[in-house]
């Protein structure tokens, strides 16, 4: 069946380096991929989102890259900084799946000063 | 621009009572959605509406009801209470399917 899930439930790194949160995923009809951040207390925030036909996406200070070949998908956050402390979760969409939202598990991103 | 909104925030129920969980939006969202948040496993989706007057299931259904009779609210109902849905739910809205706006989230815990 269709899942979401990450390699890592915790990751921590000092501040200004650049952090890199990943995720594998099994529904290879997923139409797109999207990043969602949930801080402490808060409702998930969007982030990013890729569609599946393409293989990097940038933001401001983020960059989504999507391997298709190994289901893998990625978020590269530049610089992190301490407001980047939260909770990281992928999804995924499948138009052909009812277009519900699928998340992962999350990933705990911790910034140390 | 409030966005979404849950009430309530927080409630403490008895097993076998019934509640009702209110979500309202003023984006004029087509979509609205009821997740469920439990520790180590993400968000569950529980149901969702296409539009007013729609709603469909999602990944864990069982034992919530909901509606949407006004564009802007979205209701989740819990009829008999179960300790297993001690849970955080969240309520999101959406115009674009990938950008879901969240709201607070309210934290139920039934004893």
């Known amino acids: 069946g269709e899942s979401v899930g990450l390699h890592l439930p915790t990751l921590s790194v000092q501040e200004g380096d650049n952090s890199i949160i990943n995720c594998a995923y099994s529904?290879?009809?997923?139409?797109?991929f999207i990043w969602y951040k949930q801080e402490s207390g808060k409702g998930p925030q969007f982030i990013i989102d890729?569609?599946?036909?393409?293989d990097k996406r940038q933001g401001q200070r983020v960059t989504v890259l999507l391997n298709k070949t190994v289901k893998h998908l990625s978020l590269q956050i530049a610089a992190t900084q301490p407001g980047d402390s939260a909770v990281y979760f992928c999804?995924?969409?499948?138009?052909?799946?009812?277009?519900?939202?699928?998340f992962g598990t999350g990933t705990q991103l911790k910034v140390e000063l | 621009n409030a966005g979404v909104t849950q009430t309530p925030k927080f409630r403490v129920l008895k097993t076998g009572q019934s509640m009702t969980l209110l979500c309202a939006q003023d984006m004029n969202h087509e979509y609205m959605y009821w997740y469920r948040q439990d520790p180590g496993m993400g968000l569950r989706l529980i149901h969702y509406s296409v539009g007013e007057g729609t709603t469909a299931k999602g990944e864990v259904p069982d034992g919530y009801n909901v509606s949407r009779l006004k564009k802007q609210n979205f209701l989740l109902g819990l009829e008999s209470a179960a300790p297993s849905q001690t849970s955080v739910y969240f309520c999101?809205?959406?115009?674009?399917?990938?950008?879901?706006?969240f709201g607070q989230g309210t934290r139920l815990t039934v004893v």
């Open positions: 890729i569609r599946s036909n393409m």
């Open positions: 999101a809205s959406s115009i674009d399917r990938n950008e879901a706006f």
């Open positions: 529904n290879s009809a997923s139409d797109y």
């Open positions: 999804a995924e969409r499948w138009t052909g799946g009812g277009n519900k939202l699928t």
